[in-house]
């Protein structure tokens, strides 16, 4: 019997919905060596190197399935989604709005297409898209893309109705939308919440942090923890990898912790970490017991309300007389949880509930951390010792 380039496909597609990506791959490229320009085959195989985080094959793989069938709505629907995940908001609009003048009720689509414009500044512009896409289909993600936009646009009833009807795994994520609005500050943003956020930003996180965003929390951090070195280092949320390149100077090892396997994937090209792991820092830290000479922060303690259990983690994992850094979005009330999902701490009282925790201060300053919506984002710096 004659295998066909379909027949390998539909296996491929058999593995791909069993969330066997390597079995789906294997498959779409045998088809490929049968038909090398297979529309279906470049289109899946493009899919599968979205779901992997490998954003440079996607946009190829979907350019080429587009340019076999320019007017086939399923691959201007993947090559849109594709583009939006790379930052590429512009062209994704473009390729979206298309795809939904072809196919209008692609509920991924127009949820796509709302989600890519919220990015791009425009949530009230996404509203109608995504009301739409919650009427066809109220799914979870659809009602949570829905709750953003509307938060976004000012449109604060409709966000807490939709974030109200999120079930399931995201449940989380709106219970910490609700409690952004209703002006509650609970203990931490959900650890998926974050894991999710930046797994979805890491393509484009370095980019727009050191571009429009004006990020200089790195530099600024490594320069009040230094001069080093240290013989173990490490970096506590490290991401892709800017404050690596920061910090590696000051290191004889430099390790780096993350919850995005798609910003440590990044993180990990750099070169600059001996080691890297992935996970909670409440749950990393304790399991570290007086293992590193020196711990840095940067822009990872705004995703916690209570300050005293990361404090109390850190100083566990510092050897005796060792040195944390941190930073901090300031604000005036002890914490706060602000419209951008993040919190916001006096720094008169982090740095009690630093000191509580055997973590004495010995140097603070003020500074902008990056560039949000046109504005400085006030912060606080701060260095401790290991009592």
Known sequence: MTITAEDLIRRGAERHRAGDLDGAESHYRRALRLAPHHPDALNLLGVAARMRGDLDTALELAAKAVAQAPDSPVFLANQGAALAEAGQ???????????????????????????????????????????????????????????????????????RA??????????????????????????????????????????????????????????????????????????LGCGTGLSGAALRPLAA???????????????????????????????????RAAAFDAVAAADVLNYLGDLAPAFAAIRAALKGGGVAAWSLEKGEAPVALHGGLRFRHAPAHAAALAEAAGLRVTAQQEAALRTEKGEEVAGVLMRAEAA
């Open 89 to 159: 908001l512009g062209p994704a609009l473009a390729v979206l709005e298309r795809t939904l003048r072809l196919r209008p009720d692609d509920v991924v689509s127009l949820r796509n297409f709302g989600q890519a414009l919220t990015a791009a500044g425009r949530p009230a512009d996404a509203l109608p898209a995504l009301r739409e896409a919650a009427r066809l289909a109220p799914a979870p993600e659809v009602l949570l893309s829905l709750a953003h936009a509307a938060k976004e646009a000012g449109a604060t009833e409709e966000a």
């Open 162 to 235: 939709a974030a109200a009807r999120v079930t399931g795994p995201l449940a989380g994520h709106a219970r910490f939308l609700l409690a952004a609005l209703d002006g509650e500050a609970p203990d931490r943003a959900p650890a998926a919440y974050v894991r999710d956020l930046f797994d979805a930003f890491a393509p484009r996180f370095d980019a727009e942090l050191t571009g429009a965003l004006a990020y200089r929390t790195p530099a600024l951090l490594a320069a009040l923890l230094g001069p080093g070195p240290f013989a173990r280092l490490l970096d």
């Open 253 to 287: 090892r430099l390790e780096g912790l993350d919850l995005s396997p798609r910003m440590l994937a990044r993180a990990r090209a750099t070169g600059h970490y001996d080691a890297l792991h992935e996970g909670d820092l409440l749950e990393f830290l304790p399991r």
